[in-house]
């Protein structure tokens, strides 16, 4: 089945009869391709973290534009995945990989070219619409290749997110060399995806899901917002999306104006150390789901929720209090307390959602989680840099760092109910 054959929703009976072309591969290397290329793909839409100093002072931007170019991904990102987060079950994984990688590979070229604001958000949105397409797709596809682990598949999804996201603002630090600091990241990323596209291209992959009777294909690929029939795992779903805005919200605050906030609050100059302390709390996240449980039953996923929320929110406010204070040690170990209390509570509360869901709603269903847990990113995120541009950045990270830690104890709360009322699959 070529790739422009599952574009056209071909049913398997009208797949040409020749079944030996293309790359068929191995089960370990569709799942590093699946994974991989969401991984990458979050690598590049966090290279810009340590370097929004950089564009601030090249573009002439303040708090609030750097807030809106940061959301302008998130938005796209959300607007993708409520559009299309579930084309990848009818068009294909392949196929849906595909079309996330060219459209990364555009907004990482953009973004490394722009000139202005305008151009910085149409780059940031060009890539929050690679990485909506991926995400369904490559979950999915991790699910289907384990079949009968969906918790390790559920896991390999968080760390491709969360590991992409954690390494990018390193890299970015790394990368941003030479005469062009703030585009040779992107364009070293840019070259990866060029390189991913001939395994996704030339692997053998199953023909597109044939529409059921004559459903059109427009159909299918209509909109389907956030309806997602998920019965009683309904209120799984919304505490986990919960529990996912405001790791998100948290997240946006390190990946925006924290560096800039963090480094002048610490005197860091060395671009590669800004983008570490900002991305801390996401390679302490990927960390804990690395490094897994040794019992995943339903006596100790739904505990680990608010235990983690609760040190989600200590972790947040202290890493506030920390920077107003300018102590070093004490910001860098709240900062990894808040990513390690994220990714227990938050893969718990995953872990269960992917299990109670069925195979053939999985994209759909793990879409429609991000498109809450991205809007984290990005309400939250302009708020604060408005705010900032109001009564300046050290006030405005008081006030969230403590809105968070309050909020996180509200869902802790809420999340350590009896066992007895738990949901099980729909």
């Known amino acids: 089945m070529s790739l422009f054959a599952e574009l056209r929703m071909r049913p398997l009976e009208s797949a040409p009869a ?3 072309r293309g790359w068929d591969a ?5 799942l590093a391709l699946s994974g991989g290329t969401l991984f990458v793909l979050l690598i590049g839409a966090n290279l810009a973290t340590p370097l929004y100093p950089l564009l601030a002072a090249r573009l002439g931007l303040n708090a609030l534009g750097i807030s809106v170019a940061f959301a302008s991904y998130v938005v796209s990102l959300m607007a993708v995945l409520l559009l299309a987060g579930h ?7 392949r196929a849906a990989l595909t079309l996330a990688v060219l459209l990364g590979i555009a907004g990482l070229a953009v973004f490394a070219s722009a000139g202005s604001l305008l151009m910085l958000c149409v780059g940031r949105a060009l890539h929050g619409a690679a990485v909506a397409l991926a995400t369904g797709a490559s979950a999915a596809s991790l699910r289907e290749l384990l079949p009968g682990r969906p918790q390790w598949a559920a896991r390999a999804t968080l760390l491709s997110s969360s590991g992409g996201v954690a390494l990018g603002p390193v890299l970015g630090g790394l990368l941003a060399v030479g005469s062009q600091p703030t585009a040779l990241p992107f364009l070293a990323c840019g070259s990866v ?4 596209l001939a395994p996704l291209v030339l692997v053998r992959a199953r023909p597109a899901m044939r529409p059921p009777g004559e459903v059109r294909r427009s159909r299918l690929l209509a909109p389907r917002g956030l309806s997602l029939g998920l019965g009683t795992a309904r209120g799984l779903f919304w505490r986990a999306a919960a ?6 919200a948290v997240f946006g605050y390190c990946l925006s104006l924290a560096p800039g906030y963090f480094s002048a609050a610490l005197h860091l100059t060395s671009l590669p150390a800004v983008g570490a302390v900002a991305g801390l709390a996401l390679a302490a996240s990927a960390a804990v789901q690395l490094a897994g449980r ?3 039953s339903s006596r100790t996923s739904i505990p680990a929720a608010p235990l983690g929320l609760l040190l989600l929110g200590a972790g947040t406010l202290a890493a506030g209090l920390a920077a107003h204070a300018a102590v070093a040690v004490v910001l860098v170990l ?14 718990a509360l995953f872990e269960e959602l992917a299990a109670a869901v069925a195979p053939d709603r ?15 990113s990005a309400v939250p995120v302009v708020g604060l840099g408005a705010l900032a541009a109001a009564v300046g950045v050290s006030t405005a990270s008081d006030i969230f760092t403590s809105a968070c830690a309050a909020a996180a104890g509200i869902l802790a709360v809420i999340c350590w109910r009896p066992r007895g009322s738990r949901v099980g699959p729909s």
């Open 193 to 196: 995806l060029v390189l991913l």
């Open 26 to 30: 191995s089960r370990s290397a569709r």
């Open 334 to 347: 709240a900062i990894v307390a808040a990513g390690v209390g994220q990714g227990i509570a938050f893969r």
């Open 294 to 296: 040794r019992r995943s």
């Open 243 to 248: 529990v996912g805005f405001l790791s998100f």
């Open 18 to 20: 020749r079944t030996d």
């Open 362 to 376: 999985h994209a759909q269903a793990v879409s429609a989680l991000y498109v809450v847990t991205y809007l984290g």
């Open 87 to 93: 084309w990848s079950d009818h068009i294909g994984r």
